[in-house]
Nanobody
Framework: VQLQASGGGLVQAGGSLRLSCAAS????????MGWFRQAPGKEREFVGA????????YYADSVKGRFTISRHNAKNTVYLQMNSLKPEDTAVYYC????????????????WGQGTQVTVSS
């Protein structure tokens, strides 16, 4: 499966952004989907994940209550709605797909998008 993330940009603290990740090349509904982020000089960090049906989600503590993951299987797209953004949310955001895992460990995810930059100004 090929993944294309989009929707990043520059936003002020307290603002919102919605990222999208479009999938192609395989049956999207087979895959659990995850979002990760990587800030300069830091390791890639788990943000959250959603299972293949959309019936189960979970999030990193750092974004819980502010970020929401959803998916539209008919559109082959997963979304990351980010509200109440903080400067520490600044990072390149990546979507990932896997048919089996939903773990926070990036190495367990098989497919990755190219990343989209999110910058939150104070």
């Amino acid at each position: 499966v090929q993944l294309q993330a989009s929707g990043g940009g520059l936003v002020q603290a307290g603002g919102s952004l919605r990222l999208s990740c479009a999938a192609s090349g395989s049956t999207f509904s087979r895959y659990n989907m995850g979002w990760f982020r990587q800030a300069p000089g830091k390791e890639r960090e788990f943000v959250g994940a959603i299972n293949w049906s959309g019936g189960s989600t979970y999030y990193a503590d750092s974004v819980k209550g502010r970020f929401t993951i959803s998916r539209h299987n008919a559109k082959n797209t997963v979304y990351l709605q980010m509200n109440s953004l903080k400067p520490e949310d600044t990072a390149v955001y990546y979507c990932a797909a896997d048919s089996a895992t939903m773990t926070p460990r990036s190495m367990t995810w098989d497919y990755w998008g190219q990343g989209t930059q999110v910058t939150v100004s104070s």
